[in-house]
């Protein structure tokens, strides 16, 4: 049958967690067992010189030995095998200095030459070795026997059996393979416990399927057109895309760092770090309305997804401005009826002049005004975003007046940035006079040029921003309008101040974008008080105007720009 090996993670890893353990048992068992072997000879050869030095000592052997036959029956073959006995020793050999055995456990041969040379011991050295004899093999050892007088007058010889050597190894071993037995399988347990495990980390993924999946994951990250974010439980950047790093301008390697040390302090640092909660969150970062929402990972990071809203956003306030155009026309669809009803009573009444002097008072009433913006604001972006605003402020009874000092060449290089800043600031400023009505209400806009800078301010006759809101009304989601409840589209209007709140999503952008996009051009955006009553916001905007009085647009017959 042949063996296949596991595709999944886990089966895998289990497999080989169990070559491992089992190789590595096996080799420890080995590694043990050759020295155990070792060890053991040493101990039998040690217990033969122990023998063999008792028996030298005893004084009647080396007596006996000077004073009697090698007999069968002799004084020194019975003290050796009383020792041999009492020892378990396989055999006591005692020799003459000519080599002659005088005792033996076979006494047949007693007399004869032994039969390895006896020279080393009889020289007055110790032997140990492992040998063959002619009782087998044998741990034996061989100490010199001396007289009374000190003299060397034989030797003795002493082996202990191999086999009982071996049994001794032998014995050793089941104890050895039962410690290793309960090791491995402490270590195959261990092993399975960490392939459960992992097949519960990695959902019975394989190897080949990893490595899949990785590449579908870089894929989509980066191929995606929404920015995503992840960070670990520690709150470090663990994964940047590449939509996520061009709408917040992170840095490749922001990667192992931490938000702060990563962005700037704000609204977009906050939500992503997870310190403001709720869905679908509105942020500017560099100039772009982003909605983020943040979701917790089961290690305790979490992911952040970007979206892009900022086109939606242009989008919108265009819808909004198509709106208050088509409210305009409608009033005006109104107020021209009437006005033709007029020039028609005075036709049948026979009021020739007073109609010809009523319809010259409306022509130039009309033309002054928007003559009098183009005047003064050369660009036809900016001089097109006053007249329509004037038409939407007059519907609602405000009145939307050009400053005495407003002169603005067409010398700017990026119009629709200066429209976006303008725009958001006449709707707050018209929000603000119409949540709080007055004789008078009216709007000022000021348009100058101080060298290369722009400075646009935008003054409303509303209730003015007390001084501690000055600067929360520039942070993103801060809004001054109450939540519009679900059963209307919106709610009433609110105002510059009244009680204030981070709004929820859609509301809190337009004077963050005015502050971000001034901050861009390395200028600044301020709110003051205005004399009399309401508030003066001003916008400066270094560089926003060419060094030469040459256009830096045109406008084709059709009024698009090119």
């Known amino acids: 049958m042949r063996i296949r090996w596991p595709r999944r993670v886990s089966g895998q890893v289990l497999a080989a967690q169990l070559s491992i353990t089992a190789g590595v048992m096996v080799l420890a068992t080995a590694l043990f067992l050759a020295p155990l072997s070792s060890e053991i000879d040493n101990q039998a050869m040690h217990q033969a010189l122990a023998i063999a030095q008792t028996t030298a000592a005893d004084p009647d052997i080396a007596r006996d030995l000077a004073a009697t036959e090698p007999t069968p029956k002799g004084p020194v073959q019975r003290a050796a095998e009383r020792i041999r006995r009492a020892t378990g020793a396989l055999y006591i050999v005692v020799m003459d200095s000519r080599g002659v055995r005088w005792s033996h ?33 044998s741990a034996r050892a061989k100490v010199p026997l001396h007289a009374r007088d000190g003299r060397i007058i034989g030797a003795v ?23 290793a037995g309960a090791a491995l399988g402490v270590g195959v347990l261990a092993a399975i416990a960490v392939s459960r495990h992992l097949r519960r980390r990695t959902h019975g993924v394989a190897f080949a399927d990893i490595s899949a999946l990785l590449d579908e994951r870089e894929a989509m990250l980066h191929g995606i057109r929404e ?59 560099g100039g772009r309305v982003l909605v983020a929402n943040r979701m917790p990972t089961k290690d305790g990071g979490a992911v952040a997804t970007l979206r892009d809203r900022t086109e939606l956003e242009l989008l919108g306030r265009e819808l909004d401005s198509t709106r208050g155009l088509l409210d305009a026309l409608r009033a005006q669809d109104h107020e021209h009826a009437n006005r033709l009803h007029t020039l028609l009573g005075l036709l049948e009444l026979g009021l020739h002049e007073r109609a010809a ?23 036809p ?32 290089v990026d119009p629709r940035d200066l429209v976006t800043v303008l725009g958001n600031l006449i709707d707050n400023a018209l929000e603000a006079v119409a949540a709080h009505p007055s004789p008078t209400p009216s709007i000022e806009v000021e348009l100058r040029a101080e060298g290369t800078t722009a400075v646009l301010r935008v003054s409303d006759t509303g ?55 001034a901050e861009r051009y390395g200028g600044m955006a301020r ?15 270094p560089e926003a105007l060419t060094g030469n009085d040459t256009p830096t647009h045109e406008f084709t017959a059709a009024g698009e720009s090119r």
Do not use: C
């Open 105 to 137: 456990t076979t006494t047949a041969r007693i007399g004869e030459h032994v039969s390895t040379d006896p020279r080393e011991a009889l020289s007055g050295r110790e032997v140990l070795q492992i040998d063959v004899g002619t009782l087998g093999r």
């Open 157 to 179: 010889s002493v082996g202990i059996g191999y086999g009982s050597v071996r049994d001794q190894l032998l014995a050793a071993v089941p104890r050895l393979l039962l410690y």
């Open 227 to 285: 920015g995503v974010v992840a960070f670990d439980r520690q709150g470090r950047i663990r994964l940047v895309n590449d939509e996520a790093g061009r709408l917040l301008g992170i840095l490749p390697n922001a990667t192992g760092h931490t938000l702060e040390e990563s962005l700037p302090p704000g609204r977009t640092t906050d939500v992503l770090a997870g310190r403001v909660d709720g869905a679908d969150l509105l942020t500017v970062s």
């Open 357 to 379: 002097q009523f319809v010259a008072e409306l022509t130039n009433a009309r033309r002054a005004s928007a003559e009098q913006i183009s005047e003064r604001v050369h660009d």
């Open 381 to 412: 972006l900016l001089s097109a975003l006053l007249v329509g605003k004037s038409a939407i402020v007059a519907e609602r009874g405000v009145a939307l007046r050009i400053s005495p000092s407003t002169l603005l060449p067409a010398r700017v």
């Open 463 to 517: 209730p003015g921003v007390p001084p501690g809101m000055r600067e929360q009304i520039f942070t993103e989601g801060w809004s001054t309008k109450p939540p519009a409840l679900p059963s209307s589209p919106e709610a009433a209007p609110g105002a510059h101040e009244g009680s204030a709140t981070v709004s929820p999503r859609g509301r809190g952008i337009g004077l963050a974008l005015v502050r971000r996009l």
């Open 527 to 541: 709110v003051t008080a205005r004399a009399g009553g309401g508030a003066v916001f001003t916008v400066v905007l």
